[in-house]
């Protein structure tokens, strides 16, 4: 039988490891509220085994889930989300409105997908996407609340990281469900400071100011508490805004230096591990560099991403 690596936290919210790249990379989310349950991200088509076994864990039906709720299309997001709601008789799928129409038709997210990974590794870690039929895909505007079994959720769109992204305010609970807004926090790099957190500019649509903006606004919230996909629950949320902010600056500074790839990927590899000594992490550079490598690659050609487009407007 099919092992879900689940991580109960408090407030009826379970993390489920997703099984993307490597254990303790992405996890999805189940909220339970009252005997029904939500799905936040779903992680890829390879993951949606994972996510049912998490149910049945939870002792909930796949009947039981009335909503998928995604914070936007990035695959190793919502790659599964299709294949899940195929599943899921009662769900609807939630999401951004300029992010909806790519699971109701995902043949360009397939196509821009390609362009960052390659085909091939495209294959391996996403296989085929199947889509949301439109009438199961409900859209949300900027600050909507959505009054699910009593639990009130609010969605604000959150620009930044993706154009299409919004994060979920659990405003009874003093939760938020991030997706890659407030960054990546990986569990290997707790330390006695706490968690360690470092901004995701993924390409196309990273947005250095955007991304502040966004950033700040959820702070204001004073949440107790972060859901990240990468990797679920963290709290000290003043602490954290402060380095997202401080790194964003840093990699724009470092992007507009030198715009070479390899220039800027091994100067935000020198930057994180300082940071990284600094935060009392002891892991060795080897294992940073299998935590960080996939990440250092992605943001290296989301900011080229970025510069180009910003040379493009001057
Ligand atoms: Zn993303």
């Not at 989310?29 to 993951?47: C, E, K, L, M, P």
């Not at 695959?75 to 709601?85: E, F, N």
């Not at 495209?122 to 199947?130: A, K, N, S, T």
Request: one cysteine or more; proline letters at 5%; aromatic letters at 8%.
């Amino acid at each position: 039988m099919l092992q879900p690596r689940i991580t109960r936290y408090p407030d009826g919210i379970t993390a489920v490891d997703t099984e993307y790249v490597r254990p303790g990379h992405a996890a999805a989310h189940i909220i339970r509220q009252d005997g029904r349950a939500a799905f936040v991200d779903t992680g890829t088509n390879y993951s949606v085994p994972y996510l049912l076994a998490a149910l049945e864990e939870l002792g909930l039906t796949p009947a039981a889930v009335d909503y998928v709720l995604l914070t936007h299309v990035h695959l190793d997001h919502a790659g599964g989300a299709g294949k899940l709601m195929q599943a899921l008789p009662n769900a609807r799928a939630v999401l951004h409105p300029r992010g909806a129409p790519h699971m109701i038709d995902p043949s360009k997210l397939i196509a821009a997908s390609k362009v960052v990974y390659g085909e091939e590794n495209y294959r391996r870690l996403y296989g085929d996407l199947v889509p949301i039929a439109a009438e199961r895909v409900v859209t949300t505007q900027d600050g909507q609340r959505l009054n699910w079994a009593g639990r009130e959720l609010e969605f604000v769109h959150t620009p930044g990281h993706a154009l299409h992204h919004h994060a979920i305010v659990d405003l009874a609970y003093g939760n938020i469900f991030t997706g890659d807004t407030f960054g990546m926090s990986y569990r290997e790099c707790d330390t006695a400071q706490g968690a360690f957190i470092v901004p995701t500019t993924t390409p196309t649509q990273f947005d250095p100011e955007q991304l502040i903006t966004s950033v700040r606004r959820l702070a204001a919230y004073a949440p107790k508490a972060l859901f990240l996909m990468h990797y679920a629950r963290v709290t000290d949320v003043p602490r954290l805004a402060d380095s997202m902010e401080q790194q964003i600056r840093e990699f724009v500074r470092i992007a507009c230096e030198d715009g070479d790839a390899a220039v800027i990927r091994s100067k935000m590899r020198a930057y994180w591990f300082s940071l990284l000594r600094q935060h009392g992490c002891e892991l060795s550079e080897a294992k940073l560099d299998d935590l960080f490598g996939l990440d250092l690659d992605l943001n290296t050609q989301g900011l080229i991403a970025w510069l180009a487009r910003a040379k493009e407007k001057s």
